[in-house]
């Protein structure tokens, strides 16, 4: 039991942040994850797209994604909330150097007990899949009987990347706490390439299975070079099975536990009843989806991850203007990244889903249905980029009920809207029931969180106000003004597509910047300076 090495990027006693460094210095981290997380949704977003023109959002797309939705869904149950929630707090409590002895100890404990349990939970979900199939997809009965067993055979398939996703995301969580971001945000790069590598190379053999064979061989890749960096970061522990801090991360997370019971259950039925709504429906949900995540993945949850272990240390070391600041230059740098980037997806719909996904099997009728459901989860993603801070940043006050009884309040919420509107807009309904959740939960925990903490400091109805300005600065550039001259263009097809999205978007980004530039917004300056520092960089 050793440390080789001192852990890059841990911190022994914080200095006091002023405005402007703690903002810098936040935006550094969010960028070293933003960077692995480009790469990253990049790949997802080639996934994707290689995905939408082998199989076409068809019945067999759409039991792939019930199926690869057990080992997130477990994912997400087991390790997902646990680590924002718990893990990240607790071991980041532990880097102090007097402290390492502790946290090696702590590590060899968690990925003791952790890797047995996987074992056994994937040995039980091969001899459950037939229930959990009929539980996620029953109504594929109501169109196609063949898909049912199908999905069935893919879940037991699917089964050991379970054990690879949670296993990396506890390396992960060991990560976060030393503040090493990169490799974490890469290794998720690596999953989507294996999807990416096995399609085009098996589809033609072994049909929908080459996806799964995708996701095993990229979860194996994401744990091993998860790993490596655990390694090199001088981590070096044995097999333990207990440790007084385990009884902390169990009491930190078993609201959370409570609640995402309640949350998976949400995702289940939002699955088993958009199987109910047409074949197609997950698949055209999917595609969605994955557009709708990019920017909430390379800015918001960028962000949130990067400002959580300096929370948990304001907080631990009782300095709550530095938790504030913190807190508020985070909101605000969401704020500022996420409003052009879902505005302008918003605006761009069509064009974007065209150029990405119509190829092969992928026809118009599609890119109107995905589109159509992109623009209604992205009013639900604005919510849910706020979402992420203001639940991290409970969760750095060792605080997991709130978040978690918030969440049970959510799901309720989504349930009522799904069934009241499911009957007359079909898998749209769905959708527009999982925006009203996000809304939901996002303004009830801008409440308690300003009840429990008060104002938050960093001028937030400022930057509200500036960003609402430039949002309609985009708008009428992207909107009404740009496309008035485009369509002037002698191009047609794909290329007029791209000409289209790079000249109508990037002339709104520019009318955005420009808008908040004139009022002064500080994210405006210190996001110039620091890529004027990256370009200088050797």
């Not at 040995?123 to 049912?148: I, R």
């Not at 890749?221 to 385990?246: K, N, Y």
């Amino acid at each position: 039991m050793s440390v080789a090495s001192r852990p890059q990027g841990s911190l022994e006693n914080p200095e006091p942040a002023s405005d402007a460094a703690g903002g810098a210095s936040l935006l550094r981290s969010a960028t070293l994850l933003s960077i692995g997380n480009i790469a990253s949704r990049v790949l997802g977003l080639v996934r994707e797209v290689v995905i939408a023109n082998i199989f076409g959002p068809s019945g067999l797309v759409s039991a792939f994604t019930v199926a690869s939705m057990v080992p997130t869904m477990l994912y997400d149950f087991l390790i997902g909330g646990m680590l924002s929630a718990a893990l990240v707090p607790v071991l980041s409590d532990y880097t102090r150097p007097e402290r390492r002895a502790e946290l090696i100890r702590l590590i060899g404990a968690l990925i003791s007990l952790l890797s047995v349990t996987l074992a056994l939970i994937v040995l039980a979900l091969q001899l459950t899949a037939p229930q959990v199939a009929w539980l996620l997809a029953g109504g594929f009965d109501d169109f196609d009987p063949a898909l049912l067993p199908l999905t069935v055979q893919l879940i037991r398939w699917i089964s050991p990347a379970v054990w690879f996703f949670s296993m990396a995301g506890l390396l992960t969580a060991i990560l976060y706490s030393l503040q090493r971001f990169t490799f974490p945000a890469l290794a998720t790069a690596i999953y989507n390439l294996g999807i990416v590598i096995a399609a085009p190379l098996l589809a033609s053999r072994i049909g929908i299975t080459s996806l799964v064979i995708g996701v095993l061989i990229g979860s194996a890749a994401q744990f091993a070079i998860m790993a490596w960096d655990v390694r090199r970061a001088g981590i070096h522990f044995r097999i333990e099975w207990s440790h007084p801090a385990l009884r902390r991360i169990v009491a930190l997370y078993a609201p959370i536990a409570a609640g995402l019971i309640v949350a998976q259950f949400q995702v289940g039925l939002d699955r088993r009843l958009a199987s109910s709504t047409g074949e197609e429906s997950i698949a055209w949900m999917r595609s969605a989806t994955t557009l709708q995540q990019l920017p909430l993945g390379l800015i918001s949850v960028a962000i949130s991850l990067a400002a959580l272990p300096r929370l948990s240390q304001f907080f631990a070391a009782r300095r709550e203007d530095d938790y504030r600041r913190t807190l508020a230059n985070g909101l605000r740098m969401v704020l500022v990244l996420i409003v052009p980037a879902v505005v302008g997806l918003w605006l761009l719909a069509e064009p974007t889903v065209r150029l990405l996904f119509e190829h092969g099997r992928f026809t118009p009728s599609d890119t109107i249905q995905v589109a159509a459901a992109l623009r209604i989860y992205l009013v639900g993603a604005l919510f849910a980029a706020i979402d992420f801070p203001l639940n991290y940043a409970f969760y750095a006050r060792n605080n997991t009920l709130l978040p978690a009884l918030v969440g049970v309040f959510s799901v309720g919420i989504y349930t009522g809207v799904a069934f009241a509107l499911m009957e007359s807009l079909g898998y749209l309904g769905l959708v527009w029931a999982d925006t009203a959740k996000h809304a939901g939960h996002a303004l009830v925990m801008a409440i308690l969180l300003i009840g429990l903490v008060g104002r938050l400091r960093g001028e937030m109805g400022r930057a509200l106000w500036s960003v609402t300005l430039g949002a309609i600065a985009m708008i009428f550039t992207t909107g009404w003004l740009a496309p008035r001259w485009i369509v002037l263009a002698p191009v047609d097809g794909s290329l007029a597509d791209l000409l289209y999205l790079v000249a109508a978007g990037g002339s709104g980004a520019l009318a955005y910047i420009l808008v908040l530039a004139m009022v002064g917004m500080p994210e405006v300056q210190r996001i110039r300076v620091l890529l004027s520092r990256r370009v200088r960089a050797p």
